[in-house]
């Protein structure tokens, strides 16, 4: 069972630079999610998708993209890199947003900006 | 916005003891409750989800509760073992006009001295 998949695990990129996480989910989930973790803060909501198609800004969407082309993918892109996205950024799934709520989470992807 | 506190940050306790951990929050208005575990470098697995017309919900050792009018849950840890040493986390969800919102608080950091 693959579940929630996340690529890079480890990434270190130089300010002003653009790069995307990877997330794919195998369980034909319908909603999907970006977290980044900081310490001290939780998690805190970037994007997330309640259907291909459809995505939405959650509590820190500045300075990042989001696309849902397909019921599998929900790719996170950092269109010009900044310190301050130096974080821990996890990619969670759900059924459904609304029928149960449970999230389902990938491992984690570490991004360092210098 | 929604709120979320657990207290303590940190606890440690030894092999065999039955513990509580808590998590607050300060709108009572929630759709459901669920609780996580993370273990370091690590991403999240859920533990239990308590939907908000619920009370309490159990896994094995572990038992959650939920008082939507006091705004409080806690996860009741019986007999603990040191593999249960991790970090625990409580994330509220609230249904928005966009559909199901997720608060996450800062989690407890448990360990379990053998």
């Known amino acids: 069972n693959a579940g929630v998949t996340q690529t890079p695990k480890f990434q270190v990129l130089k300010t002003g630079q653009s790069m995307t996480l990877q997330c794919a989910q195998d369980?034909?989930?319908?909603?999907m999610s970006w977290y980044r973790q900081d310490p001290g803060m939780g998690l805190r909501l970037i994007h997330y998708s309640v259907g291909a198609g459809i995505t939405d800004q959650g509590e820190v969407p500045n300075g990042y993209n989001v696309s849902r082309s397909t019921t599998e993918d929900f790719p996170l892109r950092l269109l010009s890199a900044a310190p301050s996205q130096t974080s821990v950024y996890f990619c969670?799934?759900?059924?459904?947003?609304?029928?149960?709520?449970?999230?389902?989470f990938g491992e984690g992807s570490r991004l360092t900006v210098l | 916005k929604q709120e979320v506190t657990q207290i303590p940050a940190a606890l440690s306790v030894p092999e065999g003891e039955n513990l509580v951990l808590n998590c607050s929050f300060t709108?009572?208005?929630?759709?459901?409750l669920q609780w996580f575990r993370q273990d370091p470098g690590k991403g999240l697995t859920s533990l239990l989800l308590i939907q908000s017309s619920q009370r309490e919900q159990t896994s094995g050792r572990l038992n959650a509760s939920l008082d939507k009018s006091s705004g409080r849950s806690t996860l009741y840890i019986a007999a603990s073992q040191p593999g249960d040493s991790a970090t625990y986390l409580c994330?509220?969800?609230?249904?928005?006009?966009?559909?199901?919102?997720?608060?996450f608080g800062t989690g407890t950091s448990l360990t379990v001295i053998p």
């Open positions: 369980m034909n989930h319908e909603y």
């Open positions: 994330a509220v969800g609230r249904l928005s006009n966009t559909g199901n919102q997720f608060y």
């Open positions: 969670a799934s759900a059924i459904s947003q609304v029928y149960t709520g449970e999230l389902f």
């Open positions: 709108d009572s208005a929630i759709y459901n």
